[in-house]
Nanobody, 118 residues
Framework: QVQLVESGGGSVQAGGSLRLSCEAS????????MGWFRQRAGKEREFVAA????????DYADSVKGRFTISRDNVKNTVNLQMNSLKPEDTAVYYC???????????WGQGTQVTVSS
């Protein structure tokens, strides 16, 4: 059984930074393709960033490119999302996802709230 638990959400002013972390149990993050998604109020869940099992390839939504960075810590078995230059429109519940194949996510965390005030 794979479990994903997010942490690091909170409230920050526009222009600030937050670092989200997703800790996996049941499998190593190096055996999973991992991604971050978010859901803003009244909107559908959307893709934010992803990293392949090898860690060699990363992908970002255009809206966060250049501001967010996804990374993996194999020792801590976590996948992280460093979010810089945050904007009010980044306010959302952020979800961690994992799967055996890139782009196909079977496992989801419970989400963590990020609120950016102007």
């Amino acid at each position: 059984q794979v479990q994903l638990v997010e942490s690091g959400g909170g409230s920050v002013q526009a222009g600030g930074s937050l670092r989200l972390s997703c800790e996996a149990s049941g499998r190593t993050v190096s055996s999973l393709a991992m991604g971050w998604f978010r859901q803003r109020a009244g909107k559908e869940r959307e893709f934010v960033a992803a990293i392949t099992r090898s860690g060699l390839s990363k992908d970002y939504a255009d809206s966060v490119k250049g501001r967010f960075t996804i990374s993996r810590d194999n020792v801590k078995n976590t996948v992280n999302l460093q979010m810089n230059s945050l904007k009010p429109e980044d306010t959302a519940v952020y979800y961690c996802a994992g799967g055996s194949n890139y782009g196909q996510y079977n496992y989801w965390g419970q989400g963590t709230q990020v609120t950016v005030s102007s």
